[in-house]
T-cell receptor, first 113, second 114 residues
Framework: GAGVSQSPSNKVTEKGKDVELRCDPI?????LYWYRQSLGQGLEFLIY????????KSGLPSDRFSAERTGGSVSTLTIQRTQQEDSAVYLC???FGRGTEAFFGQGTRLTVV | GDSVTQMEGPVTLSEEAFLTINCTYT??????LFWYVQYPGEGLQLLLK?????DKGSNKGFEATYRKETTSFHLEKGSVQVSDSAVYFC?????????????FGTGTSLTVIP
C-alpha cells in the first residue's frame, strides 16, 4: 500500500486476555518502529527493527510485551495478560533506515476493560 | 545518549500571531532533524525536515533551521491559523546509533483562537 497500515483500528479487550496488533509497513522500508501514546501524552518507544539485525527491545515495558517481524515486512505486537494500564494508542512507523524520516500509521486504540 | 528537549506547552495564540516552538537536541553522531504534527484524532505526519547543519526545512508556512552550534531546531511560523491547532513533536534520527535511532520530544500542544 501507499502508507503504513495498522489493524485493527480499535480493540476493546477484557483484562487478562491476550491481544495482537498488526503493522504493514511501506514497501521497501527496512526499519520499523512501535510506539505507545497514552491519552494526552508523548510517544513512548517500544521496539525497533532494522533489516535482519536483532531488534532493539529496550523500550518494552514488561515481559508481557513481545513483537516480531516476519520476512522483513509485516510486524505483530503481542500483549499477553492485558492490564488496564496497557490502554493506549499503539503507533507503528517505518522508514528507509537511519537518518531518514519515519512514516506513521493511524494507530490501534487499545482499551482494556 | 541521544535526546530531544522541547518547549513545554500548552501554547495558546491568537490567529495571525507569530509562533516559535523551541527544540534542542543531544546526539552522538550526525542526526537528521524533523518536526511532526498530530492533528486532533489523527496520526503523526511529517511536517518538515533538515538533514545537515544550516539546512532549512519548510512546509505550509512553517520553517526550522538546523543549527549545529546551538544544537537547536526551533519551529517558527509567521502567522498562525486556527487550522494549525495540533500537537507538534520535534524528533531526530541519528545514523551513528546501532539500536533505535529515532528520538522524539514530549510534544507541544498549540491552540490557535480566532
Amino acid at each position: 500500500g501507499a502508507g503504513v497500515s495498522q489493524s485493527p483500528s480499535n480493540k476493546v479487550t477484557e483484562k487478562g486476555k491476550d491481544v495482537e496488533l498488526r503493522c504493514d509497513p511501506i514497501s521497501g522500508h527496512t526499519a520499523l518502529y512501535w510506539y505507545r501514546q497514552s491519552l494526552g501524552q508523548g510517544l513512548e518507544f517500544l521496539i525497533y527493527f532494522q533489516g535482519n539485525s536483532a531488534p532493539d527491545k529496550s523500550g518494552l515495558p514488561s515481559d508481557r510485551f513481545s513483537a516480531e517481524r516476519t520476512g522483513g515486512s509485516v510486524s505483530t505486537l503481542t500483549i499477553q495478560r492485558t492490564q488496564q494500564e496497557d490502554s493506549a494508542v499503539y503507533l507503528c512507523a517505518s522508514s528507509f533506515g537511519r537518518g531518514t524520516e519515519a512514516f506513521f500509521g493511524q494507530g490501534t486504540r487499545l482499551t482494556v476493560v | 545518549g541521544d535526546s530531544v528537549t522541547q518547549m513545554e506547552g500548552p501554547v495558546t495564540l491568537s490567529e495571525e500571531a507569530f509562533l516559535t516552538i523551541n527544540c534542542t537536541y543531544t546526539a552522538t553522531g550526525y542526526p537528521s532533524l524533523f518536526w511532526y504534527v498530530q492533528y486532533p484524532g489523527e496520526g503523526l505526519q511529517l511536517l518538515l525536515k533538515a538533514t545537515k547543519a544550516d539546512d532549512k526545512g519548510s512546509n505550509k508556512g512553517f520553517e526550522a533551521t538546523y543549527r549545529k552550534e546551538t544544537t537547536s531546531f526551533h519551529l517558527e511560523k509567521g502567522s498562525v491559523q486556527v487550522s494549525d491547532s495540533a500537537v507538534y513533536f520535534c524528533a531526530l534520527s541519528d545514523q551513528a546509533n546501532t539500536g533505535n535511532q529515532f528520538y522524539f520530544g514530549t510534544g507541544t500542544s498549540l491552540t490557535v483562537i480566532p
